[in-house]
């Protein structure tokens, strides 16, 4: 299975990720480029995105890329740092990047970015890989 046949099985079925309506950019071996735009329902009361939106954008870029193999992985810790804020209309960018791939585990550094190349978060998870084929 290739990268992009695997976006397209996950996606099929995802629709948290639909909800937040990303634009996946760049699937490959290993890495997942997306984007999304924050909406009004999606601030917080301060007027700024919810953590839980970075939280949950980043872990659809996780799965997108520890996915990418065409082996069944699921996230087994997650952690996340934010950076700065973020605001309704503007233009997240999330970058997931696989840093180390064993035989039952995966290591992924995801970062996000608004439109001026500005780290809004830092988000960090391991998965496990299943052995199971994605179908």
């Known amino acids: 299975m290739t990268p992009e046949q ?3 099985a996950l996606m099929k079925n995802d629709a948290f990720s639909k909800w937040l309506d990303i634009r996946i950019e760049k699937v490959d071996s290993g890495y997942c480029k997306l984007q ?7 601030l917080n009361g301060f007027g700024s995105v ?6 949950s954008a980043s872990d659809s870029a996780l799965a997108f890329a520890c996915n990418s193999h065409g082996i069944l992985s699921v996230a087994m810790e ?3 740092s934010y950076t700065r804020p973020a605001f309704e209309g503007q ?12 035989k039952t585990t995966g290591l992924y550094d995801i970062k996000t970015y608004n439109e001026e190349g500005k780290l809004i978060c830092v988000f960090k998870g391991t998965v496990y890989r299943t052995g199971k084929e994605i179908t």
């Open 78 to 80: 997650v952690s996340i």
């Open 6 to 8: 695997a976006k397209e």
């Open 91 to 102: 233009v997240l960018t999330v970058e997931a990047q696989e840093i180390n791939l064993g």
């Open 50 to 55: 919810h953590g839980g939106i970075l939280f």
């Open 36 to 42: 999304y735009t924050i909406r009004p329902e999606m």
